[in-house]
């Protein structure tokens, strides 16, 4: 890797989630930090549908393997892994948005990161989540840039998209189409081998998605540029 300093920094709710939806823009940016939020096992062994559709016998087998999957994922993206120990809500200890929120602000404050990006937190709550714990936090940090990223998969449900960036609008958030400006430049096919590569580093999720369900993963990813309306000043007695 080429620095010590990550520049980029992505809020990944799951170990996925950042290299599905980001994976082309990580590839164009060594050293980026992935966060990933829900990255602890639960308290107490157990087993959810979803483990078993991604092949696990048990939570804690399912998170070892996972980790172990984003390790390599995040390898060939030369990323540089950050995880926060919540754990996600298929394991019951979701955490209140405003734990999750103190906990990132000081991630983030304490590294060198300039440009944020964070899921739009569509379709899945615990996208939703982290987004409404990131809209917390952006505008404590809005000195630096923010994106939104379309989650993909979750974006080709009807409807989910429009709905979120009402949401942020209401909270007094602005999202114009945007994309990152690249720091560094590569051939875009071999972009695309990059992320590919990545992708398929998660072997349990492809296959708890099915064979056709993670098609949207190689479509154009898309980002919202955000910022934070400012409201009009309200004078004495009115």
Known sequence: MSETSPRLFIVSPHFDDAVFSCGALLA????????????????HEMQTEWDARSGFSSAHEAMRARTIEDNNALAALDAIPVRMPFRDGQYLDSPSISKLAAALEEIIYGSTANTLLMPVGLFHSDHELVSDACCEVLP????????AYEEAIHRRQPGVVEARLAELARRDIGATPAHPDALHTIDPARQTLIKRDAVNAYASQLRAFGPHACDDVFAPERYWQLSVKRRPARHAGK
Do not use: I, Y
């Not at 940016?29 to 639960?42: E, G, Q, S």
């Open 28 to 43: 164009a940016h060594p050293d980026a930090a992935v966060c990933t939020v829900f990255a602890a096992p639960p308290a």
């Open 140 to 147: 404590r940090l809005a000195h630096l840039t923010w994106f």
